[in-house]
């Protein structure tokens, strides 16, 4: 099976390129199967990473940035693939 983890966070003000580099440097214990990055407006910086896991299998996940990067908590979900019709 696989399961998608998704993390999302909006950067303070002025800091999207900062988060996007700190995003960039953070370096999982063990490699996905797939991951990419995005920003978009308001400095937001998403992160997918795809794992072949069952659903609640322990995964690492990105962590939570120090300081003041971000203006509030990283948000995550995980999600889980659906047959098509």
Do not use: C, N
């Not at 910086?45 to 990283?74: H, M, N, Q």
């Amino acid at each position: 099976m696989t399961v998608a983890l998704m993390w999302e966070a909006r950067a303070a003000e002025g800091r999207g390129e900062e988060l996007l580099a700190w995003v960039r440097g953070q370096v999982l214990d063990r490699p996905p199967l797939r991951r990419e990055t995005f920003r978009a407006p308001g400095d937001r910086v998403l992160v997918i990473t795809w794992w072949d896991a069952p659903y609640d299998a322990s995964l690492p996940e990105l962590p939570e940035p120090k300081g003041e990067l971000t203006t509030r908590a990283v948000h995550r979900w995980r999600f889980e693939p659906v047959a098509e019709s």
